[in-house]
């Protein structure tokens, strides 16, 4: 006879379902081979293990070193090539170069910024007005004889009324990164040198850029350069302040422009 009261002898008893965890994952990103090695490879540039001008094996000794295939060995040789980390030379004596990132790669990525968030023309206002005070400052501070005659020959041109409008606007960039190289501060340079293209885009306006402001740019630039040679950080800021505050009243005033259109890069 079954024991009908026994629960664990009862034919119709069930086990009771396991408790099931309320855990959550987050998903996994595993990095894909090529970004590995780029990584190895960009540590080491950085780091200065690798010093600018070393050849990096050939491809086939990276393949055989990492145990990586040929594709990936080339795409990430292709990630440092963006990234300004190496510089890909072809031919017989060719392959993988170390360099290290210059001006010029900051200058692309502002550019892709400026270009891919549509920038407003106002905020390069603003930024210039920001920055550039304190570059005319640190200059008075740091500045050599050779940063001042890059000054006086770019400020030669803007004074040359038989310039033209692209030699004035070409100038006008030039005499305003040649202020920030004065700093000797790198970072201060190379941002400056990464909104140059912008800054010309920003003042290419010939029904703005007549002789008047000519005349007025260059008198604002030698007042500016005057304060710079004799080490009067005060009035450098002073004068710089003045100058970009009023140029950028000036062209707003006329310019309808609500975005910075700055060229691609080759």
């Not at 590995?36 to 050849?55: D, F, K, M």
């Not at 202020?179 to 920003?202: C, E, K, P």
């Not at 850029?209 to 002073?238: F, L, M, N, Q, Y």
């Amino acid at each position: 006879m079954v024991d009908r009261s026994n629960p664990v002898t009862s034919p119709s008893a069930t086990p009771s379902a396991p408790r099931r965890s309320l855990l959550k994952l987050a998903p996994i990103d595993v990095p894909r081979a090529p970004d590995l090695l780029a990584e190895q490879l960009r540590e080491r540039i950085l780091s200065g293990e690798l010093t600018e001008g070393t050849a990096l094996p050939p491809e086939r000794d990276l393949v055989t070193q990492t145990r990586m295939s040929r594709t990936t060995v080339r795409e990430a040789l292709r990630i440092l090539q963006v990234q300004g980390l190496v510089r890909i030379r072809a031919g017989r004596n060719g392959g993988a170069f170390v360099q290290r990132p210059g001006q010029e790669s900051v200058a692309s990525s502002v550019g892709l910024l400026i270009r891919g968030h549509r920038i407003e023309f106002a905020a390069l206002l603003e930024t210039r007005e920001a920055i550039e005070p304190v570059c005319a400052q640190l200059a008075a501070r740091h500045r050599t004889d050779e940063d001042l005659a890059v000054l006086a020959s770019a400020n030669a041109v803007i004074a040359d009324p038989g310039s033209s409008l692209a030699d004035f606007l070409q100038a006008n960039v030039d005499w305003h990164v040649a202020v920030a190289t004065a700093t000797h501060n790198q970072l201060i340079a190379a941002f400056m040198m990464a909104l140059s293209r912008a800054i010309y885009a920003s003042t290419e306006n010939e029904a703005f850029v007549d002789a008047d402001v000519r005349r007025v740019t260059a008198r604002a630039h030698r007042s500016i350069g005057e304060a710079i040679i004799k080490r009067d950080p005060a009035a450098a800021v002073r004068r710089m302040n003045r100058h970009i505050h009023s140029y950028a009243k000036a062209v707003v005033a006329v310019d309808k422009r609500t975005e910075i259109i700055v060229p691609g890069q080759d």
